[in-house]
């Protein structure tokens, strides 16, 4: 057994943005994009959007889609949405491209290079860097690619609309109908998406795979749990196990965050007992408080608060009658609000004439 006092961090990364040490779960959402590379260029798996809120695991999906799109034979640029992304694409390409163009000798004459449009490997030659824009680069790119049976995945992050986000979007579309093998992964919070749906430009996005990211399986947390406290020599009853599993309530982040606190609560070699439970389960909602719940609520105005306030007093499924009542007819009109927050992705409609939170913990903490 180890002596040092194990680094939580080695299995449970509680932060934004990284690569989880294992990967879990999505494997519907993961096939269903996979599948779509192998499809026809232009069809509608290959154009996909992910949504969902802050901590569900939308930067996560993406280095892992990034990872498998490598194995299947695609060569990945992933951005995150700014206005310089058309440029950190190229280059994205160029630099992740460039491993299979190592041998390639420059061309012997200066014609015949300007005529491909590129100099050396995926470098443009002078006269295409500075001539071409993202669509005719990427369009050289495509072909140059396709040469070592290549295909180009753009992978955005954060996405939003912006004048990038309509050329790129354009591009896309463009390269499509001139049978280049691209294809495009995006996601975002709810509202970026829905902005971005509703842009006049980006309106054929539409008719791309939306595809909302929900909570992670809790059978999946909880053998992943199990494994990565035997393996440190953690012990935990299998009580103690399923609380820690029923306290992520399948939030990604939460996972992180739980699992994480169980290791740096347990002493070396040691039990996790009620105690250790407790702790770790205040410290990972103060770190949801402030990474999650504020971020989430900030830009509400004080009605939609109201609006929320009510929804979590009356608790649980919410219907629209209840929520009247509960607001009175003093209470802002319901309507507005419901669409504002469910396009927002504060709360979720499971059925018609229903509401509920769409993070967990969330209705607790408006509760306070
Ligand atoms: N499927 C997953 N398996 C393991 N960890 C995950 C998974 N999805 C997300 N995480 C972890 O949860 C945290 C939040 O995920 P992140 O992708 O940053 O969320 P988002 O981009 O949606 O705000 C990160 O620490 C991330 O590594
Ligand atoms: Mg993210």
Same mark, same amino acid.
């Given at each position: 057994?180890?002596?040092?006092?194990?680094?939580?961090?080695?299995?449970?990364?509680?932060?934004?943005?990284?690569?989880?040490?294992?990967? *879990?779960?999505?494997?519907?959402? *993961?096939?269903?994009?996979?599948?779509?590379?192998?499809?026809?260029?232009?069809?509608?798996?290959?154009?996909?959007?992910?949504?969902?809120?802050? !901590?569900?695991?939308?930067?996560?999906?993406?280095?892992?889609?990034?990872?498998?799109?490598?194995?299947?034979?695609?060569?990945?640029?992933?951005?995150?949405?700014?206005? !310089?992304?058309?440029? #950190?694409?190229?280059?994205?390409?160029?630099?992740?491209?460039?491993?299979?163009?190592?041998?390639?000798?420059?061309?012997?004459? !200066? $014609?015949?290079?300007?005529?491909?449009?590129?100099?050396?490997?995926?470098?443009?030659?002078?006269?295409?860097?500075?001539?071409?824009?993202?669509?005719?680069? $990427?369009?050289?790119?495509?072909?140059?690619?396709?040469?070592?049976?290549?295909?180009?995945?753009? %992978?955005?992050?954060?996405?939003?609309?912006? #004048?990038?986000?309509?050329?790129?979007?354009? /591009?896309?579309?463009? %390269?499509?109908?001139? !049978?280049?093998?691209?294809?495009?992964?995006?996601?975002?919070?709810?509202?970026?998406?829905?902005?971005?749906?509703?842009?006049?430009?980006?309106?054929?996005?539409?008719?791309?795979?939306?595809?909302?990211?929900?909570?992670?399986?809790?059978?999946? *947390?909880?053998?992943?749990?199990?494994?990565?406290?035997?393996?440190?020599?953690?012990?935990?009853?299998?009580?103690?196990?399923?609380?820690?599993?029923?306290?992520?309530?399948?939030?990604?982040?939460?996972?992180?965050? *739980?699992?994480?606190?169980?290791? @740096?609560?347990?002493?070396?070699?040691?039990?996790?007992?009620?105690?250790?439970?407790?702790?770790?389960?205040?410290?990972? $909602?103060?770190?949801?408080?402030?990474?999650?719940?504020?971020?989430? %609520?900030?830009?509400?105005?004080?009605?939609?608060?109201?609006?929320?306030?009510?929804?979590?007093?009356?608790?649980?499924?919410?219907?629209?009658?209840?929520? @009247?009542?509960?607001?009175?007819?003093?209470?802002? #009109?319901?309507?507005?609000?419901?669409?504002?927050?469910?396009?927002?992705?504060?709360?979720?409609?499971?059925?018609?004439?229903?509401?509920?939170?769409?993070?967990?913990?969330? /209705?607790?903490? $408006?509760?306070?």
């Amino acid at each position: 057994m180890k002596t040092d006092k194990v680094n939580p961090h080695a299995f449970f990364q509680p932060t934004f943005g990284n690569r989880p040490d294992q990967y *879990i779960g999505r494997d519907g959402e *993961i096939e269903q994009f996979m599948e779509g590379l192998q499809e026809p260029i232009g069809s509608r798996n290959r154009c996909t959007l992910f949504l969902g809120q802050r !901590g569900m695991g939308k930067t996560a999906l993406l280095l892992e889609l990034s990872d498998r799109a490598t194995r299947a034979g695609y060569v990945v640029a992933r951005v995150t949405a700014h206005e !310089g992304m058309p440029k #950190a694409i190229i280059e994205q390409f160029q630099l992740n491209g460039s491993q299979y163009f190592k041998e390639e000798k420059r061309k012997m004459t !200066g $014609m015949t290079a300007g005529v491909l449009g590129f100099s050396l490997g995926l470098t443009f030659s002078e006269a295409a860097e500075r001539q071409y824009g993202f669509r005719s680069k $990427m369009s050289l790119l495509c072909d140059k690619l396709a040469e070592k049976g290549k295909g180009a995945l753009i %992978l955005i992050d954060e996405v939003r609309t912006s #004048a990038a986000m309509r050329e790129v979007a354009s /591009a896309y579309q463009e %390269l499509v109908g001139d !049978g280049k093998n691209v294809a495009i992964a995006m996601a975002g919070l709810p509202h970026a998406v829905s902005s971005v749906l509703n842009d006049s430009v980006l309106t054929f996005l539409n008719r791309a795979c939306k595809v909302e990211l929900g909570l992670i399986s809790t059978n999946l *947390i909880r053998a992943y749990y199990e494994r990565s406290f035997r393996s440190i020599g953690i012990k935990i009853s299998d009580e103690m196990l399923d609380r820690a599993t029923l306290a992520t309530r399948g939030f990604p982040y939460l996972m992180q965050l *739980i699992g994480y606190y169980v290791i @740096q609560y347990t002493p070396e070699g040691g039990t996790v007992d009620a105690s250790v439970m407790d702790k770790a389960e205040k410290a990972a $909602m103060g770190d949801m408080e402030d990474n999650v719940f504020k971020p989430i %609520l900030s830009p509400l105005s004080d009605n939609d608060k109201v609006f929320l306030k009510a929804l979590a007093n009356i608790g649980g499924t919410v219907t629209t009658a209840k929520l @009247q009542a509960a607001l009175g007819r003093r209470g802002p #009109a319901i309507q507005p609000y419901r669409k504002r927050l469910l396009d927002a992705g504060v709360i979720e409609a499971p059925r018609r004439g229903e509401l509920v939170f769409a993070v967990p913990y969330l /209705a607790d903490y $408006m509760h306070d």
